[in-house]
């Protein structure tokens, strides 16, 4: 098996715009239209990938994501060592689910569509 890595990461934000105004200004951020959406906010150029997901309730943190060749798999091993695994979504960037370890930590796993 392949050393994982974190491949991706987003960060909760009650206002979309806000957001980018604030990290854009601070840190010269641009982000990506095309990824983008009115949940979203895709950091251009960033690596690890990463953006900015909409939330209805503040929250003090970050959702990670690892990169897997193989989601469902790895939604099968996160249940077979006693965590939790959601139904895998798919969206233009792959495969994801969030799981959560046996302790109820959250993060996803994340299989890349090809191109990303």
Known sequence: ?????????????????????????????????????????????????????KVERARDSTHLYFKVDDVAAACARVTELGGKAAVPSESASGLSAVVCDDQGVSFSVWQPAAGF
């Open 1 to 53: 098996m392949a050393q994982v890595q974190l491949a991706y990461f987003t960060i909760d934000t009650l206002d979309i715009a806000k957001a980018k105004a604030f990290y854009g200004a601070l840190f010269g951020w641009t982000f990506d239209e095309a990824a983008s959406g009115p949940t979203y906010a895709h950091v251009a150029d960033s690596d690890p990938a990463f953006g900015f997901t």
